[in-house]
């Protein structure tokens, strides 16, 4: 199940509509159901709260005003590697190049 702070996208009729970030889960009065309030992601910003079924936040297809809705986790690429592929990377510091660092500061003084 998707969980608090994680992306989602959101799909109306089977085609992509908005990124949005999960900002809570509250549980409802109603077993299995649950207020999920949304930061849609697009311009003008905006706060959302669906009440939802724990299959729906799962990435199961519903309707909303008789359209078909649907929320999918996105994963980042990252995410995506293999657990094993993350482990035995080593992270090592880049080396320096041995480049002259230049003063913006000095530039415009001349």
């Known amino acids: 199940m998707a969980k608090e702070n994680d992306l989602?996208?959101?799909?109306?009729?089977?085609?992509?509509?908005a990124f949005a970030r999960i900002e809570e889960i509250?549980?409802?009065?109603?077993?299995?159901?649950?207020?999920?309030?949304?930061?849609?992601?697009?311009?003008p910003l905006q706060m959302v709260t669906w009440i939802l079924r724990d299959s729906y936040i799962d990435g199961a297809e519903f309707t909303m005003e008789g359209k078909k809705m649907r929320m999918e986790r996105v994963a980042s690429p990252e995410d995506q590697r293999a657990p094993m592929a993350r482990k035995?990377?080593?992270?090592?510091?880049p080396k320096a190049a041995g480049g002259?660092?230049?003063?913006?500061?000095?530039?415009?003084?001349?």
């Open 8 to 17: 989602v996208i959101i799909h109306l009729e089977d085609k992509p509509l």
């Open 26 to 43: 509250l549980p409802d009065s109603k077993a299995n159901w649950y207020h999920v309030k949304l930061l849609i992601l697009q311009l």
């Open 88 to 93: 035995k990377e080593k992270k090592t510091p």
């Open 100 to 110: 002259k660092v230049i003063s913006l500061a000095d530039l415009k003084r001349k």
